[in-house]
T-cell receptor
Framework: DTAVSQTPKYLVTQMGNDKSIKCEQNLGHDTMYWYKQDSKKFLKIMFSYNNKELIINETVPNRFSPKSPDKAHLNLHINSLELGDSAVYFC?????????????FGPGTRLTVT | GENVGLHLPTLSVQEGDNSIINCAYSNSASDYFIWYKQESGKGPQFIIDIRSNMDKRQGQRVTVLLNKTVKHLSLQIAATQPGDSAVYFCAERTQAGTALIFGKGTTLSVSS
């Protein structure tokens, strides 16, 4: 009955590789997000996506691309991985039909680029 | 620009004490604020939220106070327990359907 799930939990790879992180939510939410948490625990939005619009944080390199096969999934693809991509990546989701809502976060994927 | 920050990176308290974690925000257009707790190795977990038309909201052992005049948000935890040890983040949202903007986090350490 996990609300937001991510796979894998840990990902170790070499520079230059291409990798994907999967995210699924079973909450029926409209919007999904990807956040990056750096070594200092700072959480920063990368993308937000619903069936109408993809909003990209302008600071995110175009090596990162979200792909949504359906409303319940938002996967993160990363091309040509760099050392600086090492971080914990969190997927989240929320409803849009209420004036207040919380975002539900997944357990995170720790990416280590060597 | 938007900036949500916390006054102290760390806070150490004794079990049973009340804890107060502070947060300052800079965007007066933000309409919604939220506190998250993040335990080691886990994703952020919702604690409590508050809309901009309120100045106080209470939950179980937690209270959030919002002072829009000085753009200040605080989280009060009553009778702090060792299980409350975690990193606490405040976050703001400027409009519905947009991502949260997080502050830098305060690490709360509770000693018994």
């Amino acid at each position: 009955d996990t609300a937001v799930s991510q796979t894998p939990k840990y990902l170790v790879t070499q520079m230059g590789n291409d990798k994907s992180i999967k995210c699924e939510q079973n909450l029926g939410h409209d919007t999904m997000y990807w956040y990056k948490q750096d070594s200092k625990k700072f959480l920063k939005i990368m993308f937000s996506y619903n069936n109408k619009e993809l909003i990209i944080n302008e600071t995110v390199p175009n090596r990162f691309s979200p792909k949504s096969p359906d409303k319940a999934h938002l996967n993160l693809h990363i091309n040509s991985l760099e050392l600086g991509d090492s971080a914990v990546y969190f997927c989240a989701s929320s409803r849009d039909d209420r004036p207040t809502y919380e975002q539900y976060f997944g357990p995170g994927t720790r990416l280590t680029v060597t | 620009g938007e900036n949500v920050g916390l006054h102290l990176p760390t806070l150490s308290v004794q079990e049973g004490d009340n804890s107060i974690i502070n947060c300052a925000y800079s965007n007066s257009a933000s309409d919604y604020f939220i506190w998250y707790k993040q335990e080691s190795g886990k994703g952020p977990q919702f604690i409590i939220d508050i809309r901009s038309n309120m100045d106080k909201r209470q939950g179980q052992r937690v209270t959030v106070l919002l002072n829009k005049t000085v753009k200040h948000l605080s989280l009060q935890i009553a009778a702090t327990q060792p299980g409350d040890s975690a990193v606490y983040f405040c976050a703001e949202r400027t409009q519905a359907g947009t991502a949260l903007i997080f502050g830098k986090g305060t690490t709360l350490s509770v000693s018994s």
